[in-house]
Nanobody, 116 residues
Framework: QVRLGESGGGLVQPGGSLRLSCAAA????????MSWCRQVPGKERELVAM????????NYADSVKGRFTISRDNAKNMVFLQMNSLKPDDTAVYYC?????????WGQGTQVTVSS
C-alpha cells in the first residue's frame, strides 16, 4: 500500500532554513507527481510546492516562491523541500502528498515552527 513518511521539521528562528524529507513507497514513484502541503490549525490545507515525476516541472505557492525549493531523488523514492528565509507565517504542519489511482495519500506530517 502507499506509504509516506515526513521528517526534518523543527524549531527555527526567522531567516533560518530547514530541509524536509519524505520517504515514499507502494506506488510507481518515479512517474508520479509529488506535492508538499501545509496546514495551520483552523485553516485549510495549503499546497506549497509540486514536482513532476521526472523532476523537470515544479510549481510553488506565491507565498514561498524564491524561498522554497522542491526536489526529488527517484533512485531513493524521496522528495525534499528546502526552506530558506523562513518566516513566522511558515509555521505549520507540513505534509507530503501523492494522488495515486485517484486517491489522495498523506504522511503523518512534520511540525515546522518559525519563532525567535
Amino acid at each position: 500500500q502507499v506509504r509516506l513518511g515526513e521528517s526534518g521539521g523543527g524549531l527555527v528562528q526567522p531567516g533560518g532554513s530547514l530541509r524536509l524529507s519524505c520517504a515514499a513507497a507502494g506506488f510507481a514513484f518515479s512517474s508520479t507527481a509529488m506535492s508538499w502541503c501545509r496546514q495551520v490549525p483552523g485553516k485549510e490545507r495549503e499546497l506549497v510546492a509540486m514536482i513532476s515525476g521526472h523532476g523537470d516541472v515544479t510549481n510553488y505557492a506565491d507565498s514561498v516562491k524564491g524561498r522554497f525549493t522542491i526536489s526529488r531523488d527517484n533512485a531513493k523514492n524521496m522528495v525534499f523541500l528546502q526552506m530558506n528565509s523562513l518566516k513566522p507565517d511558515d509555521t505549520a504542519v507540513y505534509y507530503c502528498n501523492v494522488t495515486w489511482n485517484q486517491e489522495d495519500y498523506w504522511g503523518q506530517g512534520t511540525q515546522v515552527t518559525v519563532s525567535s
